[in-house]
């Protein structure tokens, strides 16, 4: 199983970006995903989570900006960034919690650079 994501970028402040992350390989089923970031000398941190019944839940930081959302017939989670900041500048990671024909794990993807230039 592998988490691909894309979709990364330089923008201008005010300006959108949208982040997918698409799972492949033996996946049986998709549990809760996420997307985290980290930022120059700072830790990872949660930006939003997806439940596989729907439920939702943002950092602080985002809501009302970001919007989190899966196709599960693409297997693909993606997360729609508005209203962009210069502090929402860094490595955008997906995760995820699949169940493949190895068993469950959490898989994470390779990160996705964003910048936003003010």
């Known amino acids: 199983v592998q988490l691909q994501a894309s979709g990364g970028g330089l923008v201008q402040a005010g300006e959108s970006l949208r982040l997918s992350c698409e799972a492949s390989?033996?996946?049986?089923?998709?549990?809760?995903v996420g997307w985290y970031r980290q930022a120059p000398g700072n830790q990872r941190e949660l930006v939003a989570v997806?439940?596989?019944?729907?439920?939702?839940n943002y950092a602080d930081s985002v809501k009302g900006r970001f919007t989190i959302s899966r196709d599960n017939a693409r297997n693909t989670v993606y997360l729609q960034m508005n209203s962009l900041k210069p502090e929402d500048i860094a490595v955008y990671y997906c995760?995820?919690?699949?169940?493949?024909?190895?068993?469950?794990?959490?898989?994470w993807g390779q990160g996705t650079l964003v910048t936003v230039s003010s």
């Open positions: 995760a995820g919690v699949i169940v493949s024909a190895t068993g469950t794990d959490n898989y």
């Open positions: 390989g033996s996946i049986i089923k998709i549990g809760v």
């Open positions: 997806h439940t596989s019944t729907g439920t939702t």
